[in-house]
C-alpha cells in the first residue's frame, strides 16, 4: 500500500526549530493543488536551493530517511518559485511511479489542509499561533490546543460464501465497485461501526467478524481499519439509495483485477480475488 515505503524509512518526529537547507525539499500547496518542476511523466518536488530569493518562511513537516520536507507557511509568489515549475492536482500522487515521493505527497498535503483550517481558534475566533514545542496549534486567548486530528474509518469486506459484497457510489462510473465503508462516531468501537456501516448501505448483519490491517490516507485525513467479515443470515441486500448507486454479491471469477498496490480496498478485495481472505479464529 501508499504507506509501504521500506526500505526507506518514515521520521514523523517533529522539529520545531529546522530550518531549510540546500537539498531539502519544498511543497507548494494551494488548495487541491501542488507546484513542482516537470520532470518526464511525472512532476518534481522543488529541492530548497532551486528557490529563487525566497522570502516566505518554511515550515518543517517530516523526514523520509535523510530527506527533510518543508511546507511554505503562504503561497510562494512567482518570483520565487524556480523556472519550469508547473502546477498539477494532487490527484498525482496516486499515479507517482515512486511510492515514497506519493506517500510524502500525500502526507504533506493532509498537514497543509490541518494548518490552513486552523488559522482562528474555532472556540474564540482569534488568530491562532503555532506551538514552540510541538506539532500543535494553540490560542493566545482562551488556550486551547489543537493537534492534527485523523478520523477513523472503517472499510468492510463482507464475504457470502464463495461471494463479495461489493458498492459503488452514486458519484462513480461503471463498476468502479468498492467495498463498504464509513467514518466512526463519537463513541463507537470500530467493530460496532463495522456492524451499523454493513446494516446502513446493504441491510445486513454481519458476524465473525476479524481485523486486517489499518492505512493512513492522507486525502480524507483518516486512518483506515480494514476488515473481514461474514453475511449473518439473509444475504438479501437493501441498496442505501442516498449513497450507493449499486451493490451486489460477486464471486472472485466476476471480480477483475485492479490492485496497484496504493489502497487498502483494492488490496483486501484482492485478497478475496485470490482466494487468500484471513481465517476466523473465533473473536469478535
Not at 161 to 171: C, F, I, S, V
Request: proline residues 6%; charged residues 25%; glycine residues 6%.
Amino acid at each position: 500500500m501508499i504507506q509501504d515505503i521500506l526500505p526507506r524509512v518514515y521520521h514523523v518526529e517533529y522539529d520545531t526549530i529546522a530550518s531549510p537547507h540546500d537539498g531539502d525539499f519544498v511543497l507548494p500547496f494551494d488548495g487541491q493543488n501542488i507546484t513542482a518542476l516537470e520532470s518526464g511523466n511525472t512532476p518534481r518536488y522543488i529541492r530548497y536551493e532551486e528557490l529563487r530569493n525566497p522570502q516566505t518562511p518554511l515550515r518543517y513537516l517530516f523526514s523520509v530517511d535523510h530527506n527533510r520536507y518543508f511546507l511554505p507557511t503562504a503561497k510562494l509568489s512567482p518570483e520565487e518559485l524556480p523556472e519550469g515549475y508547473i502546477e498539477r492536482p494532487t490527484f498525482i500522487f496516486h499515479m507517482m511511479p515512486d511510492r515514497a515521493d506519493a506517500f510524502v505527497g500525500i502526507t504533506a498535503h493532509s498537514l497543509y489542509l490541518w494548518y490552513d483550517a486552523r488559522k482562528f481558534c474555532g472556540r474564540c475566533g482569534a488568530h491562532t499561533e503555532h506551538s514552540q514545542t510541538e506539532r500543535a496549534i494553540i490560542c493566545p486567548e482562551c488556550g486551547l490546543v489543537l493537534y492534527p486530528q485523523i478520523a477513523p474509518v472503517v472499510i468492510v469486506a463482507v464475504t457470502n460464501g464463495d461471494k463479495l459484497l461489493l458498492t459503488r457510489y452514486k458519484n462513480r462510473g461503471p463498476g468502479a465497485y468498492a467495498l463498504i465503508a464509513g467514518f466512526v462516531e463519537t463513541g463507537e468501537t470500530l467493530e460496532d461501526a463495522v456492524r451499523r456501516e454493513v446494516m446502513e448501505e446493504a441491510g445486513l448483519r454481519v458476524k465473525n467478524l476479524r481485523y486486517y490491517k489499518s492505512q493512513p490516507w492522507g486525502f480524507s485525513s483518516s486512518l483506515l481499519n480494514g476488515f473481514f467479515c461474514e453475511v449473518d443470515g439473509d444475504d438479501t441486500i437493501t441498496v442505501d439509495e442516498i449513497e450507493l448507486s449499486e451493490a451486489l454479491w460477486l464471486t472472485a471469477d466476476e471480480i477483475e483485477q485492479r490492485d496497484n498496490g496504493v489502497a487498502l480496498t483494492a488490496e483486501m478485495i484482492e485478497r478475496f480475488r485470490t482466494d487468500s481472505v484471513p481465517e476466523y479464529h473465533g473473536l469478535q
